[in-house]
């Protein structure tokens, strides 16, 4: 490697091990853990999914979050019985703690 270019992969590496030790062990401002990041995302789509089988539910038409198992739903439901099926689904995932359910019916 000659002098010149060395100095640039230094600072590669450098950068390289920056990003990992600051995305690496926390994923959101909340100081949240990457396999607790990981565990959330597959709740949010074992929630969709349900959401996407279910002939009740607009899966389209609300939205799924979830933080520390915790899933927020939102969005819009043409009837009391899809927001409530809704919430049903949800809670009935695996590693579901809690839902809240912030969908509005028009």
């Known amino acids: 490697m000659s002098t010149l270019k060395l100095p640039h992969a230094l600072l590669a590496v450098a950068a390289a091990l920056m990003v990992v030790q600051t995305?690496?062990?926390a994923v959101a401002r909340d100081q949240q853990t990457v396999g607790s990041?990981?565990?959330d995302a597959t709740i949010t789509t074992r929630?969709?999914?349900?959401?996407a089988e279910d002939k009740t539910v607009s899966?389209?038409?609300i939205n799924v979050e979830t933080l520390k198992g915790t899933v927020q739903l939102s969005g819009f439901a043409k009837s009391a019985d899809?927001?409530?099926t809704a919430e049903r689904l949800a809670a009935n995932v695996p590693?579901?703690?809690?839902?809240?359910n912030d969908i509005v019916i028009r």
């Open 47 to 51: 929630v969709k999914t349900r959401f």
């Open 82 to 84: 899809e927001k409530n």
């Open 37 to 39: 990041y990981i565990d």
């Open 95 to 100: 590693g579901v703690v809690a839902v809240r």
């Open 23 to 25: 995305t690496g062990c």
């Open 59 to 61: 899966a389209m038409a």
